[in-house]
């Protein structure tokens, strides 16, 4: 091969690496800027939800899928990357303020999930988004077993002891049986995150052990609360609605109670919640446990997808006496489907848990896929005319 050749091939050698290296640093580039940009835009929009004076604060979530060129293909065309990006924001004078007397799911803390479900190079169209509102927790009732006695005060500090928000609900005067009067109530209502529609399963499974096991109560109130002057094994104590600290198996759905912790029991060492590893081992049509599943299951956007991507491209030339005409044409069609996981368990009007069958393991079976499906859609269709000169 003569020194021309040689020299062509190490041109065309140095070409290909110089096309990878600028892929590489636009691929790069236009990832960070993306990044960047969702989150900007997830602060500003938690920012707005918070503004508002009705919830005084507001966590949010962007789920987008961006589409990047490759300088390397011929036509330009790419492929889409997943870009995610949250925000929790707090901007309310009134931290302390509890849910209302009436049962508002607003109240209720919440996750706003923008995704998109569209994107078209074509500038005259805008990118299709989805909103979703998820709720973190729901309004759970609790009705004394003995309605003449009641729930003491004790007891209904040691719920907001486990839950925090709770609302003593039915106030009336009892004749205790040293003759004195004291306040008890009828009812109590729980703002209860294992009862959300996005349940963590850690969280659960500690208010779980709480209310079942009083000696892990008084330790980790005693851890959490230190520098109060709360009294935590006269708090611990106290015996609530069942499973409970005297009967784990019992689960009355007249007078409601933890359906999660129903059925606990020790196994080397360790309590063990059946109906909660129910909820987190369930497939995603509330069908059986599924064998393959390992561990807890979350709620929450999926992190598994899938995606459909299909191409095709072409060049027409035709000549004439006096012109020639080249046309080049080429489109990609990228499906991605996802899921959201929920436990759809409270009514969106009210935010209270739906009323279930006596089984506790039937609260459980409310677990369900929401269909995040994304279409990218991109097109190419270019003309040249060249115009033939005679000499």
Same mark, same amino acid.
């Given at each position: 091969?003569?020194?021309?050749?040689?020299?062509?091939?190490?041109?065309?050698?140095?070409?290909?690496?110089?096309?990878?290296? =600028?892929?590489?640093?636009?691929?790069?580039?236009?990832?960070?800027?993306?990044?960047?940009?969702?989150?900007?835009?997830?602060?500003?929009?938690?920012?707005?939800?918070?503004?508002?004076?009705?919830?005084?604060?507001?966590?949010?979530?962007?789920?987008?899928?961006? *589409?990047?060129?490759?300088?390397?293909?011929?036509?330009?065309?790419?492929?889409?990357?997943?870009?995610?990006?949250?925000?929790?924001?707090?901007?309310?004078?009134?931290?302390?303020?509890?849910?209302?007397?009436?049962?508002?799911?607003?109240?209720?803390?919440?996750?706003?999930?923008?995704?998109?479900?569209?994107?078209?190079?074509?500038?005259?169209?805008?990118?299709?988004?989805?909103?979703?509102?998820?709720?973190?927790?729901?309004?759970? *009732?609790?009705?004394?077993?003995?309605?003449?006695?009641?729930?003491?005060? /004790?007891?209904?500090?040691?719920?907001?002891?486990?839950?925090?928000?709770?609302?003593?609900?039915?106030?009336?005067?009892?004749?205790?049986?040293?003759?004195?009067?004291?306040?008890?109530?009828?009812?109590?209502?729980?703002?209860?995150?294992?009862?959300?529609?996005?349940?963590?399963?850690?969280?659960?499974?500690?208010?779980?052990?709480?209310?079942?096991?009083?000696?892990?109560?008084?330790?980790?109130?005693?851890?959490?609360?230190?520098?109060?002057?709360?009294?935590?094994?006269?708090?611990?104590?106290?015996?609530?609605?069942?499973?409970?600290?005297?009967?784990?198996?019992?689960? /009355?759905?007249?007078?409601?109670?933890?359906?999660?912790?129903?059925?606990?029991?020790?196994?080397?060492?360790?309590?063990?919640?059946?109906?909660?590893?129910?909820?987190?081992?369930?497939?995603?049509?509330?069908?059986?446990?599924?064998?393959?599943?390992?561990?807890?299951?979350?709620?929450?956007?999926?992190?598994?997808?899938?995606?459909?991507?299909?191409?095709?491209?072409?060049?027409?030339?035709?000549?004439?006496?006096?012109?020639?005409?080249?046309?080049?044409?080429?489109?990609?069609?990228?499906?991605?489907?996802?899921? =959201? =996981? =929920?436990?759809?368990?409270?009514?969106?009007?009210?935010?209270?848990?739906?009323?279930?069958?006596?089984?506790?393991?039937?609260?459980?079976?409310?677990?369900?896929?929401?269909?995040?499906?994304?279409?990218?859609?991109? /097109?190419?269709?270019?003309?040249?005319?060249?115009?033939?000169?005679?000499?």
């Amino acid at each position: 091969m003569g020194c021309g050749g040689q020299a062509l091939v190490e041109v065309a050698v140095f070409g290909a690496i110089f096309l990878m290296i =600028i892929g590489a640093m636009i691929t790069y580039g236009l990832r960070f800027d993306y990044n960047q940009r969702a989150q900007q835009q997830a602060f500003r929009r938690a920012l707005k939800i918070a503004s508002d004076r009705t919830t005084g604060g507001g966590s949010y979530m962007l789920l987008e899928d961006k *589409y990047i060129p490759d300088p390397t293909d011929p036509f330009g065309i790419g492929s889409s990357m997943p870009v995610s990006a949250s925000a929790s924001i707090v901007r309310d004078n009134r931290l302390d303020a509890r849910a209302g007397t009436v049962s508002d799911p607003n109240d209720l803390p919440t996750t706003v999930l923008d995704v998109q479900l569209g994107w078209t190079n074509d500038p005259a169209q805008e990118p299709l988004m989805q909103r979703y509102i998820l709720r973190n927790a729901g309004f759970r *009732y609790e009705v004394a077993a003995n309605a003449a006695e009641g729930f003491t005060k /004790n007891q209904v500090d040691k719920y907001k002891l486990i839950y925090g928000d709770v609302l003593a609900i039915g106030n009336f005067k009892y004749t205790n049986s040293d003759g004195d009067e004291e306040d008890r109530w009828t009812t109590v209502r729980i703002m209860d995150s294992c009862a959300g529609q996005i349940v963590d399963y850690d969280a659960c499974y500690e208010r779980a052990t709480q209310l079942v096991d009083a000696g892990l109560c008084q330790s980790t109130c005693a851890r959490n609360n230190k520098d109060s002057d709360i009294d935590c094994p006269t708090l611990c104590a106290q015996v609530l609605n069942p499973p409970n600290q005297n009967d784990q198996s019992t689960f /009355n759905y007249a007078i409601g109670g933890p359906w999660y912790a129903a059925g606990g029991n020790t196994s080397s060492g360790y309590w063990v919640f059946p109906v909660l590893d129910k909820l987190f081992g369930m497939d995603t049509g509330g069908g059986a446990t599924t064998s393959s599943v390992v561990g807890p299951q979350p709620t929450g956007l999926s992190g598994d997808s899938t995606s459909d991507v299909r191409r095709a491209s072409g060049i027409d030339r035709v000549e004439s006496t006096d012109h020639i005409v080249t046309q080049q044409f080429a489109t990609m069609r990228e499906q991605i489907s996802r899921n =959201i =996981i =929920i436990h759809d368990n409270i009514d969106p009007t009210t935010g209270e848990q739906f009323v279930r069958p006596a089984a506790a393991d039937a609260y459980a079976g409310d677990v369900i896929a929401v269909p995040l499906n994304s279409d990218i859609q991109v /097109n190419v269709n270019e003309t040249w005319s060249t115009e033939k000169h005679r000499y």
